[in-house]
């Protein structure tokens, strides 16, 4: 098991910034990727950023310049740093990563999500 916590989310004026950030925690042999999604009602899970091990990351349109994806592999931590922040940006915004860890003494593939972290974009 991998567990997933996000922390950073909150209420924020538009044109306001927040910094989200994902932690991962067990028996975590490697992490391949890490990225970011975000719900909001009514729209369908959106692919807001990704991070690969290799370093390189992708960008929805909507958030290119604005976002930026980065990750820490010593402490198994994702951020995600965002700038001029408007009301279209209000969502839950949502951890993946996926990897290899330890399950009963085998290396096994891993897919875990977090629960989520409320963005509010609000004057």
């Known amino acids: 098991q991998v567990q997933l916590v996000e922390s950073g989310g909150g209420l924020v004026q538009p044109g306001g910034s927040l910094r989200l950030s994902c932690a991962a925690s067990g028996s975590i042999a490697s992490i391949n990727a890490m990225g970011w999604y975000r719900q909001a009602p009514g729209k369908q899970r959106e692919l807001v950023a990704v991070i690969r091990s290799s370093g390189s990351t992708n960008y929805a349109d909507s958030v290119k310049g604005r976002f930026t994806i980065s990750r820490d592999n010593a402490k198994n931590t994702v951020y995600l740093q965002m700038n001029s922040l408007k009301p279209e940006d209000t969502a839950v915004y949502l951890c993946?990563?996926?990897?290899?860890?330890?399950?009963?003494?085998?290396?096994?593939?891993?897919?875990?999500w977090g629960q989520g972290t409320q963005v509010t974009v609000s004057s």
């Open positions: 993946t990563a996926d990897g290899s860890h330890w399950f009963g003494g085998i290396l096994s593939p891993f897919l875990s």
